[in-house]
């Protein structure tokens, strides 16, 4: 199945403050990595999997624009734009709002409580699985179903490390999810195995690495090179899997998920 993503070059992409556990501002990024693997990434989506990439243009000053799939949630032809929790990231929100509005898309809407775009949203077949409370608030899921029509279930992250759900959760394919445990509460876990026939679970190893922050086109999945036992079973399990190197991403707390918003039209 192809897909058409949203990517933002990481000209600007920078650790300048420190809003989740992985960011240092003394571990700096090597910029010319980042673009190395930034491009690589791309060109995955792009040559090997033949997907479409649509680029917003990055800003200055914006060090974390590059994570686009915080920078909506798309369903329908509909755009949920982000509330940023952090105001460091809140001037992302008209540059995306703009991007959408150019290419078109006029039916959006800003919940009121914070919300983080896919980040914190995942879409299964015609359910959105949407994460708490670190970076969204759980009444924000509610604002966002109604204005998406979508079924919704909130499912409450519990490790700082995985601060967002897709640090936590890989959507597969039709059938299938992967999760790392330890990051949901036990009620959210059992959420996840009533709802989803097959829940691939991911070691410790997996987790750190950024192993569930991978995106899956339901045969290829494109993840973190390191999570190896994640990988392993992907591969048992008969997916084509493409590792690729995101250490400069994970040093601002992200990977190849974070670099990447699904434009669903
Ligand atoms: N430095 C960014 C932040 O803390 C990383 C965002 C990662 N994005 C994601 N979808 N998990 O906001």
Redesign the pocket.
Known sequence: MTKTILMCSPTYFAVEYE??PW?HTDNPVQLDMAKQQWQKLHDIYTEKLNWEVKLVEPVEHLP?MV?T??GALLYQGKVALPNFRQPD?QPETAKFEAWFKQQGYDQQFLPKYNFEGE?DALIWNDLLFAGYPWRTDKPAHREVADFLQIKTVSLQLADARFY?L??ALTIVDKTTVAIYPKAFTKESQQLIHQIVPHVIEASDQDAVAYGL?AMSDGKNIVIPEGANNLIAKYREHGYSVHPTPISEFQK???GV??LTLEIRV
């Open positions: 809003i989740n960011m974390d994570f799939a915080n990231r980040g967002h897709d640090t922050n601002s707390g992200g998920k974070c």
